[in-house]
């Protein structure tokens, strides 16, 4: 990347010092379980890197790993999403990290955040250098990657560069918290009322239901009915899945066919249903593809992953936010008596049961039959009582849908940005004030 401001460049093997990771002796519990995050690829889900399910103590940390102080660069070196994604970051707190990263302290003239930015603008080409180890595996040759030259401004204009996409980046980041937080909050409702019923209970006993007013509670029955399956509210349902919505299958259209790709069509599998909204999408078909491989899901249907290797760890379940094609791994469930917003959290709700009931298909594969996915029960009142209980759930699906939205716009004013800044095509002082704005 040349810059049009006569800045200097290095090679990036110069611009920091390189650390590799390991991964603790699984065996010895006493590395395992403590505070300190263990990174690996699936910890890496934006710019910032603060956390991971994986958690080692002290003695872990010194033990087969190595703990990096906060500001450390991280980007996977080795890996299966690296031949369709680079993913790197920054950590905002100290954290240990496995053999398929590197690890960048960047030396003292070079601002740690500048030179994590540096290194995103150049995904593109180091993507390309990108090798296969076999099986899938994607390999980027840490000698390759030093080489790249790296612009390297005065520091003033590295901690303004910073600053700027930072901004747009925190705010992606306070975005992708809050959508958390609201999803936690919806989970827990639906748990509450749908599960174990906490307002049949409440009035039940006498008491108004918390955290709902009185023409909500006037929603809830105050007492229970046998199922043939178990107590259930009264004038409630206890079906199978199937009773409550269709289920579609999807496909691959031909990729011999150019005339079925590339168009507007969003083709989602698995590995895009990252969130409880699926509405990005790596691949795009054409409107002749539906029906020639693939079909639609339905504004409102929920979609279930029932096929692949991740599936032995988790059943991924999103909600289309639009119309939306599908692969063969995805199960599409069109609502038929329940309210599009109680379909999807019934799923999210029910996700630690489906998984338990996940089958081998071989060579690590995972299945989720149809029958055991539409011989899931739930528990609904009519759908005359559906849709006003279901609007708060409506109304928290909504927000996170408005708040990822303006976290893609983000995104791509950061994403178009960037390499202009790192050329220094733009001039930093006409731009600090929108970040500021942003911020």
């Not at 390991?22 to 379980?33: C, D, I, L």
């Not at 009773?243 to 895009?272: F, I, Q, R």
């Not at 199960?331 to 338990?356: C, D, R």
Request: one cysteine or more; aromatic letters at 6%; hydrophobic letters at 40%.
């Amino acid at each position: 990347m040349a810059s049009s401001k006569g800045w200097s460049t290095r090679p990036l093997k110069d611009c920091a010092v390189w650390y590799s990771g390991g991964t603790p002796n699984k065996s010895t519990p006493r590395y395992w379980g403590g505070t300190i995050p263990w990174i690996s690829a699936k910890s890496i889900t934006g710019f910032f890197i603060a956390d991971s399910e994986d958690r080692v103590t002290d003695e872990g940390a010194r033990n087969g790993t190595r703990l990096m102080p906060t500001n450390t660069i991280l980007f996977i070196v080795r890996g299966m999403s690296l031949k369709s994604e680079f993913r790197m970051g920054i950590t905002t707190r100290p954290v240990t990290f496995n053999q398929d990263l590197k690890a960048l302290v960047a030396v003292e003239d070079v601002v740690p955040a500048f030179l994590a930015y540096a290194i995103k603008a150049r995904t593109d080409e180091i993507l390309g250098l990108v090798g296969e180890a076999g099986h899938g595996t994607g390999v980027l040759p840490t000698d390759r990657i030093q080489s790249l030259e790296i612009p390297i401004p005065p520091l003033p204009e590295q901690r303004a560069i910073a600053h700027i996409l930072g901004s747009l980046d925190d705010k992606i980041e306070l975005n992708r918290r809050m959508n958390e937080t609201l999803e936690a909050m919806a989970r827990a409702l639906f748990k509450s009322w749908f599960v174990d019923f906490d307002p049949v209970r409440a009035k039940a006993e006498g008491r108004q239901p918390s955290g709902m007013d009185a023409e909500t509670a006037k929603l809830f029955p105050s007492e229970f009915e046998d199922s043939g399956l178990g107590e259930v509210p009264k004038g409630w349902t206890c079906s199978p899945l199937g009773d409550w919505a269709s289920a579609l299958s999807g496909g691959t259209p031909s990729k011999s066919n150019p005339s079925l790709w590339g168009g507007d069509l969003p083709w989602v599998s698995p590995k895009v249903m990252t969130s409880m909204h699926a509405d990005e999408a790596d691949d795009f078909v054409t409107a002749s593809a539906v029906g020639n491989g693939t079909r639609i899901a339905p504004l409102g249907s929920t979609l279930v992953m029932v096929r692949g290797m991740g599936l032995h760890q988790e059943v991924r379940v999103s909600q289309a936010r639009r119309e939306v094609t599908f692969n063969q791994d995805v199960k599409a469930l069109v609502p038929k008596a329940i309210e599009a917003s109680l379909l999807l959290f019934a799923l999210l709700n029910g996700q630690e049961e489906l998984l338990g009931r996940v089958e081998s298909s071989g060579h690590g594969t995972g299945k989720l039959p149809s029958e055991i996915l539409l011989g899931h029960r739930i528990t609904l009142p009519p759908i005359s009582r559906q849709k006003p209980l279901a609007q708060t759930f409506d109304a928290l699906n909504d927000r996170i849908g408005a708040a990822r939205q303006e976290a893609r716009t983000l995104a791509k004013t950061r994403d178009t940005l960037l390499p202009q800044l790192l050329s220094g095509e733009l001039d930093i002082s006409t731009i600090e004030c929108f970040a500021g704005a942003v911020a």
